[in-house]
């Protein structure tokens, strides 16, 4: 529009980072390479891989009539969810750093604009892994083997934009893992209602990231990059309103198996609620509107947590 000007990016900051973060006016010059190569201007990321943690403890408080999800796993998942985030992609820009360099959004990330070099991602790579190994210790040793599981799609993730026309759905198999985590710490055990959130949750995510990707859809036509944006093309919001529809239903069947009442019911439809006005505001090739979009997912999953986790307070309250 003539007359106005987008506000100017910080140096070094890339385009889908949030706008005056501590990162970029507050964190010494030499570490904002570091926190940006860790996504800590974009908190969105690790609050999407740390809500399912949440959530499934959530729903094991619930199934195993506690007054409410552990504090300690809470906050274990908080910890590990930013590690965790940080050192994943950490290793996607490592694996992407060609890539990137040739899409307009992602070219001013550390690695490809040079701010690091690989060796020192490397390194710190291998640090933030050695701080999500230390919290995953702190759990039983189910939780131990399940969480070191989580290892194998976020391995294969970075390359699977190569081959795979739906690269989403390896991603949804490493974000969704937390559903399992939450379970498992409670319970020693993978059970029905923890592997239906985790099918729920790997929808939600398949959703959610090809909203993201409509950002990217020209460059990544010039690039050669798969994503789930390019397939569905012109049905993109029909796909994510079905991949949203099953997230609610599969998300919905685990609360039920695990015994939630009211409360949850209604955290479950305020859920879907949330959900389906992102379909509503969908629009194809709206890269500006996809990321409010994306990053609304946060206030989603907060409000399904709020609704879990309720419950299991309510129900703790009347069998008092």
């Known amino acids: 529009m003539a007359g106005v000007t987008e506000p100017p990016v910080a140096e070094g900051r890339v385009a889908d980072a949030v706008a005056g973060h501590w990162v970029d006016g507050w964190a010494p010059r030499a570490a904002r390479p570091y926190l940006r190569l860790a996504r800590i201007d974009r908190p969105v990321g690790w609050w999407l891989l740390l809500l399912p943690c949440w959530w ?12 409410c999800p552990d504090p300690w796993h809470l906050l274990l998942f908080l910890v590990g969810a930013i590690a965790m985030r940080g050192a994943g992609s950490t290793y996607n820009d490592i694996a992407d750093r060609d890539l990137d ?5 992602t070219r001013g990330r550390p690695l490809p604009s040079g701010q ?8 710190f790579l291998v640090a933030q892994a050695l701080v999500g190994l230390l919290v995953l210790l702190q759990f039983n040793g189910t939780a131990i083997a399940v969480g070191i599981a989580s290892l194998v799609p976020v391995a294969i993730y970075p ?10 759905l390896v991603l949804g198999l490493a974000f969704a893992w937390g559903a399992l985590m939450g379970w498992v710490a409670v319970f020693g055990t993978v059970e029905s209602p923890a ?14 990231d090809t909203i993201y990707a409509v950002q990217d859809i020209e460059d990544d036509e010039i690039a050669g990059i798969r994503s ?7 049905r993109v919001r029909p796909a994510v309103g079905l991949c949203y529809g099953f997230a609610v239903i599969l998300v919905g069947s685990a609360g039920w ?3 939630i009442g009211p409360v949850g019911a209604l955290g479950v439809a305020l859920f879907a609620a949330h959900l389906a006005r992102q379909v509503m505001r969908l629009r194809e090739r709206d890269g500006r509107g996809a990321l409010a979009l994306f990053r609304s997912n946060r206030d989603a ?20």
């Not at 360099?101 to 959004?105: K, L, P």
């Not at 690091?116 to 390194?123: E, N, Q, S, V």
């Open 228 to 234: 789930s944006a390019r397939f569905f093309g012109d």
């Open 301 to 320: 999953g907060l409000v399904l947590f709020v609704g879990l986790a309720a419950d299991a307070v309510w129900k703790g309250i009347l069998s008092a």
């Open 101 to 105: 360099a040739r899409v307009e959004r």
């Open 257 to 259: 198996l695990a015994g």
């Open 56 to 67: 499934s403890s959530a729903l094991a408080a619930v199934a195993a009539h506690r007054p």
């Open 195 to 208: 592997l239906l959130l985790y099918a729920g949750t790997i929808a939600w995510v398949i959703g959610y």
């Open 159 to 168: 390359f699977m934009k190569r081959v795979m026309p739906m690269p989403q």
């Open 116 to 123: 690091l070099r690989t060796r020192d991602a490397a390194f």
